[in-house]
């Protein structure tokens, strides 16, 4: 089992930062996947960005350039940094794992609004 807790998330204005951290506890394989997926309201889940255990990342086209995805192996924890920040961008954050099967953290919100 694995337990997965995302913190962070806050209220910023448009063209602001957040860095957001996820931190995996549990029993945890070398090898893995973490990522980050995000929910705006009336919206589905979506894929945002994801890092493998060896460093290999995969960015959403919405976040290119503006959000990178990095990962701390020995401390088993993920982390978003997210810059220019935009009004789309508003949504429940998620923390991923695939390490065997698939686990999610609860979520933190992020609000970005003037």
């Known amino acids: 089992q694995v337990q997965l807790v995302e913190s962070g998330g806050g209220l910023v204005q448009p063209g602001g930062s957040l860095r957001l951290s996820c931190a995996a506890s549990?029993?945890?394989?070398?090898?893995?996947?973490m990522g980050w997926y995000r929910q705006a309201p009336g919206k589905e889940r979506e894929l945002v960005a994801t890092?493998?255990?060896?460093?290999?990342?995969n960015y959403a086209d919405s976040v290119k350039g503006r959000f990178t995805i990095s990962r701390d192996n020995a401390k088993n924890t993920a982390y978003l940094q997210m810059n220019s920040l935009k009004p789309e961008d508003t949504a429940i954050y998620y923390c991923?794992?695939?390490?065997?099967?698939?686990?999610w953290g609860k979520g933190t919100l992020v609000t970005v609004s003037p």
């Open positions: 890092i493998t255990s060896g460093g290999s990342t």
């Open positions: 549990g029993r945890i394989f070398s090898i893995n996947v």
């Open positions: 991923n794992m695939i390490n065997l099967r698939t686990y």
